[in-house]
């Protein structure tokens, strides 16, 4: 089946460091990818998406390429600041029928940004 | 901001208690998912709907039972309370498979 793979973490950063989040994916077919943010006492939210091979989502300074041949989607940021402390969670879809299956989550990394 | 609320935020109960978690949404999204946090395990999924009593187990769905008799509100039961389903409960809705929407999680704590 469908699966996820992120480094856990906790990740410690000076702010204006320089961020990578590793994710690695295994799939049947063509899925889309995602990255979610969790900040502290909230609901995930969409940070960026790719649906299709070489696509670059972005968003806030964060980029992730979509490379299928190496069944990645890593999350950089060039420069991080306090505020980007949180939870990050790589994801993606599977594009089946049955949506409830869809969705598969990886464990989570926490960054945290010092000042 | 997609309109979702779950309620309660916060419920202490005891073990073999039955417990309902209620998911609202304001958006029409035809699917409407339960997932649990836990730490290490990331979002797991409880169960699904795909309509209006149409629904579906997800992965750790033991223990749990949902309802969905309109559009906009999606139950989640646990009939007897473990203190294994302690956890944070999230509601997500998704207008197809591209994107989903989160509510701000209800944390459950089960004595």
């Known amino acids: 089946g469908n699966s996820v793979t992120q480094m856990e973490g906790p990740v410690t950063l000076s702010e204006e460091a320089f961020l990578t989040i590793n994710c690695t994916y295994t799939a049947t077919g063509y899925p889309s990818l995602f990255w979610y943010v969790q900040y502290p006492g909230e609901g995930l939210q969409l940070l960026l998406k790719?649906?299709?091979?070489?696509d670059k989502g972005s968003n806030k300074g964060f980029e992730a390429t979509y490379r299928k041949e190496t069944t990645s989607f890593h999350l950089e940021k060039g420069s991080v600041q306090v505020s980007d402390s949180a939870v990050y969670f790589c994801a993606l879809s599977g594009g089946r029928d049955n949506y409830g299956q869809n969705f598969v989550f990886g464990p989570g990394t926490r960054l945290s940004v010092l000042p | 901001d997609a309109g979702i609320t779950q309620s309660p935020r916060h419920k202490v109960t005891e073990t073999g208690t039955p417990v309902t978690l209620r998911c609202h949404q304001t958006e029409n999204h035809r699917y409407m998912y339960w997932y649990r946090q836990d730490p290490g395990h990331g979002l797991r999924l409880i169960h699904y709907?795909?309509?209006?009593?149409?629904?579906d187990k997800g992965e750790v769905s033991d223990g749990y039972s949902v309802s969905r008799s309109k559009t906009e509100d999606f139950l989640l039961t646990l009939e007897s309370a473990t203190s294994s389903q302690t956890s944070v409960y999230f509601c997500?809705?998704?207008?197809?498979?591209?994107?989903?929407?989160f509510g701000s999680g209800t944390q459950l704590s089960v004595l």
């Open positions: 790719a649906t299709k091979a070489d």
């Open positions: 709907s795909y309509g209006v009593k149409d629904t």
């Open positions: 997500a809705i998704s207008a197809g498979s591209e994107k989903l929407f």
